[in-house]
């Protein structure tokens, strides 16, 4: 089940890859982006009437059948992995956190295993990838760690995680815009991440709900 869902991890980065490349696309000849949504139920025949090009418009029609053929594909494996496995008890407090739903909460589950093998949140927070590895001396940077220990699959769930918190939850909102207003929208999400991470660790070691007022203060 675990490799499944690594699996279909691996078919939503395609997706979004070849989503975003749509997307580079179209302003060339349209002057103008469409959101994801738009491209998304665009027909070939709209693809054909918006792009005079016919090349051009071949191109992001042969995408976008890509991106259709990895949506069937990615649904066929949740539907598998939820008829074969549920959340185990001490992990259902998991979808207390804004932005995880059952799939990222079993891919938490199966990537995570045991809480009690991690002594601290700040721990479980590096084996999730939120943690930074610059070396700094003096409050300057004189290098950078292995930023490939721990575990990708988890790092890629708390970023999911925090892109659709962001998008639902008005508090974790407010936060990330603070953020990106004095850095730039990648470091914002990751600090996020970082922040769902940390209280997933204390909602699994105690067993509580999360509570977004103590992890975004």
């Not at 060339?28 to 139920?41: E, M, P, T, Y």
């Not at 090349?55 to 992995?81: P, S």
């Not at 601290?120 to 003096?138: E, I, P, Q, T, W």
Request: glycine share 6%; charged share 25%.
């Amino acid at each position: 089940m675990r490799d499944l869902l690594r699996k279909r991890s691996q078919l939503v980065h395609q997706h979004t890859a070849n989503l975003q490349s749509i997307q580079n696309l179209l302003p060339r000849d349209l002057g103008h982006s469409l959101s994801a949504n738009q491209i998304r139920h665009l027909s070939y025949e709209e693809i054909n009437r918006l792009l005079p090009d016919a090349d051009m418009a071949l191109a992001v029609q042969a995408t976008l059948a890509v991106m259709r053929t990895q949506e069937e594909v990615i649904a066929l494996l949740e539907r598998q992995v939820k008829a074969k496995i549920r959340l185990r008890p001490a992990f259902k407090l998991l979808l207390t956190v804004s932005g995880i739903g059952e799939i990222l909460g079993l891919t938490i589950m199966l990537e995570t295993g045991d809480i009690a093998r991690f002594a601290k949140a700040g721990n479980d927070a590096s084996y999730c990838r939120c943690v930074g590895s610059a070396h700094l001396s003096n409050g300057k940077r004189k290098g950078q760690g292995n930023t490939k220990n721990g575990n990708k699959y988890l790092a890629w769930a708390f970023i999911e995680a925090a892109n659709f918190a962001v998008r639902y939850n008005p508090r974790i909102k407010r936060y990330y815009q603070r953020k990106r207003a004095r850095t730039n929208g990648l470091i914002a999400i990751k600090t996020v991440a970082h922040k769902l991470a940390r209280a997933c660790f204390y909602i699994l070691r105690d067993q509580v709900r999360f509570d977004v007022t103590k992890a975004f203060a």
